[in-house]
């Protein structure tokens, strides 16, 4: 269950910074890289087992549904004549 949560607000989270981002217009990587210098800092506090297995599940499992989530919204966007 606290997978479920976690992976949830995860990508609520994502969702919300991809609709910041198309909406204003910002560089993503204004978002992304202070997000990764945090996981790279916790992951020196946390055991070994844990980092892989966060990292899997966040790629396999939230690559697709955050794609499968904003791939519509995006293109919804571009027919508007958004960028």
């Known amino acids: 269950m606290t997978i479920r949560f976690t992976l949830a607000v995860g ?3 994502a969702t919300m910074l991809a609709i ?5 217009e910002t560089n993503i990587l204004l978002f992304l890289a202070p997000l990764y210098i ?5 992951m020196k506090f ?6 892989g297995l966060a990292f899997d599940s966040g790629g396999v499992v ?3 549904l955050t794609s499968a989530m904003l791939t519509p919204l995006t293109l919804r ?6 960028h």
Not at 46 to 51: M, N
Not at 77 to 82: A, I, K, T
């Open 11 to 13: 990508i609520g989270v």
């Open 20 to 24: 910041v981002k198309i909406l204003t």
């Open 38 to 42: 945090i996981a790279l800092i916790l």
């Open 46 to 51: 946390t055991p070994r087992l844990f980092v």
């Open 62 to 64: 939230g690559g697709a």
């Open 77 to 82: 966007n571009s027919e508007r004549g958004g």
